[in-house]
């Protein structure tokens, strides 16, 4: 795949926007019931202004050093309305930088990391908005909290003083058939209707990615987590350690 440039990103958000349409239109939903979040982790910031420029506002990271430094800059540049998403795994040495830097985190899977978001969160900030990451995949490697595990989670979530419960997260076998996918996200979905009544909050389910869009926009999905399909392949050449 060519390297990206800030014209093929412009005509690859385009073309996202258009297969969620699609995807929409597929099973009796309006596009705009599906949010795009742009994961711009390992890419540089003439790419995330040139989604931006596209009229994208939500973008998602992984690794923390690397994030922060293109936060900072471009909020001195007067990117202030850009919501930043932090959706990988968390360690609890990150918690600090992630409640300080970050307005969503959609990975929570422990409740130590909930503890400790809400601790560190700046006072002079608003509540950090988190989703609570659950194994849908059931391999033993994913990231996510078991399904058992969840209501204390949201129980907790909830309940913190400087957090705002938002939604679920989830990552369905990226060799998944397309049956599968529907079966996993269908998951949780259902999760999301069983708690909702308890937690009306729970309004966001953010599952799907590039390559499994429609199976997730058809089981329920709210916001799409879309890297390669905008930004091209990820390039770690020039990652430090995180």
């Known amino acids: 795949?060519?390297?990206?440039?800030?014209?093929?990103?412009?005509?690859?958000?385009?073309?996202?926007?258009?297969?969620?349409?699609?995807?929409?239109?597929?099973?009796?939903?309006?596009?705009?019931?599906?949010?795009?979040?742009?994961?711009?982790?390992?890419?540089?910031?003439?790419?995330?202004?040139?989604?931006?420029?596209?009229?994208?506002?939500?973008?998602?990271?992984?690794?923390?050093?690397?994030?922060?430094?293109?936060?900072?800059?471009?909020?001195?540049?007067g990117f202030n309305d850009i919501v930043w998403h932090f959706i990988g795994p968390i360690q609890s040495n990150k918690t600090k930088h992630i409640a300080a830097h970050f307005d969503v985190v959609e990975s929570v899977e422990r409740r130590k990391i909930l503890e400790r978001l809400s601790a560190q969160r700046p006072d002079d900030l608003p509540p950090l908005k988190v989703m609570l990451q659950v194994n849908i995949s059931d391999e033993e490697q994913k990231q996510g909290c078991e399904i058992e595990e969840l209501p204390e989670l949201l129980t907790l979530a909830s309940s913190l003083?400087?957090?705002?419960?938002?939604?679920?997260?989830?990552?369905?076998?990226?060799?998944?058939?397309?049956?599968?996918?529907?079966?996993?996200?269908g998951t949780l979905k259902a999760l999301q209707e069983r708690y909702r009544g308890e937690f009306p909050g729970l309004a966001v389910l953010s599952m799907g990615m590039t390559h499994d869009l429609p199976q997730a926009i058809a089981a329920g999905s709210t916001e799409v987590r879309i890297g390669t399909a905008i930004f091209g392949e990820r390039d770690y050449s020039k990652m430090h350690a995180q």
Request: with cysteine; net charge negative; glycine share 6%.
């Open 1 to 77: 795949m060519d390297a990206p440039t800030c014209a093929s990103v412009e005509a690859n958000v385009h073309k996202v926007h258009a297969q969620i349409a699609q995807a929409c239109a597929a099973c009796g939903r309006t596009a705009d019931s599906v949010q795009l979040l742009c994961v711009s982790k390992t890419k540089g910031e003439d790419l995330i202004k040139a989604a931006y420029d596209a009229g994208e506002r939500h973008f998602g990271e992984s690794y923390i050093s690397e994030a922060v430094d293109k936060i900072q800059a471009l909020k001195a540049q």
């Open 161 to 185: 003083p400087k957090l705002e419960l938002i939604g679920l997260m989830g990552v369905a076998r990226i060799d998944a058939t397309a049956e599968e996918l529907l079966a996993q996200f």
